[in-house]
């Protein structure tokens, strides 16, 4: 049981409309990894983690999470899966009418029956785990830097204590240093709680740093699913463009200097 999947999508085929998006994709996610999804616009790589989160439903296929079925469990089953999932949307999404503590707040508020102080200890908690400055907490989002909106975000995430954590995007937007930043803190989590993390990225530098392997989507299917070592040498000509141009040779030369 231990190496059972966490995440196995079966022969997913995604519409919409008259586009087809995914065919007969198939992608098996393993506990405690952290696992990348990446490829060209328009792939459906965002739509993969909306569909985990019964946001949107595939045409055909079925999503196997923590051994259950997603799409045959019963309204009750539905809700117990959602809680032992983290999201962390590109935007942060955060409730821009409250302060970073009542977003954090908010999920336990809403499904937990514990005590207002213990709501705000746990929250206050998760912000630290974080690396939120607690001084910060009574912020609202339009008074944070991209950086804070990011870390706000993955405290959110988190606050239910989940074993799968999804991250859309979680270095979009910020400048070089804030993004390792998020990349320590991505991988720092994952040890301390023992996540499985699925994320989508296009940065370059976080597909070295922080994940265990990458899931290449193109020609509405996955290509390949191997560490970023194998995967920049594989032979399809869609990802060997992808990795090919100057700026992710340069993060990968950047990677093999570190190491040395």
């Known amino acids: 049981m231990a190496d059972e999947a966490i995440v196995d999508f079966q022969n997913i085929t995604t519409r919409f409309g008259q586009q087809i998006v995914h065919q007969h994709l198939n992608l098996t996610v393993k506990p405690r990894e952290i696992l990348a999804i990446v490829g060209g616009s328009g792939t459906g790589k965002t739509t993969l983690l909306r569909e985990l989160l019964f946001l949107n439903r595939p045409a055909e296929g079925n999503i196997i999470a923590f051994g259950e079925s997603i799409y045959q469990a019963t309204s009750q089953q539905v809700m117990k899966l959602r809680r032992r999932m983290g999201m962390m949307f590109q935007s942060g999404a955060l409730f821009s009418s409250l302060t970073v503590l009542e977003n954090i707040c908010f999920p336990l508020r809403e499904l937990t029956s514990l005590d207002e ?10 912000a630290g785990m974080a690396s939120f400055p607690a001084d910060a907490v009574h ?13 706000a975000a993955l405290a959110r995430a988190i606050a239910l204590d989940p074993e799968l ?41 976080t597909l070295w740093q922080a994940t265990d392997r990458v899931a290449f989507l193109g020609d509405k299917k996955v290509l390949a699913c191997e560490p970023m070592t194998a995967l920049v040498r594989h032979s399809h000509p869609l990802i060997e463009a992808y990795f090919g141009n100057p700026r992710a040779r340069a993060a990968e030369h950047s990677h093999e200097e570190t190491k040395a």
């Open 117 to 126: 102080k213990l709501i705000v200890e746990i929250a206050m908690l998760k």
């Open 139 to 151: 912020k609202y989002p339009a008074e944070l830097s991209g950086g804070m909106i990011k870390r």
């Open 165 to 205: 954590l999804l991250l859309d995007e979680p270095t979009a937007g910020l400048d070089p240093e804030a993004a390792n930043s998020i990349d320590e803190l991505v991988l720092a989590l994952q040890q301390a709680l023992d996540l499985t993390i699925i994320m989508v990225t296009h940065d370059v530098d």
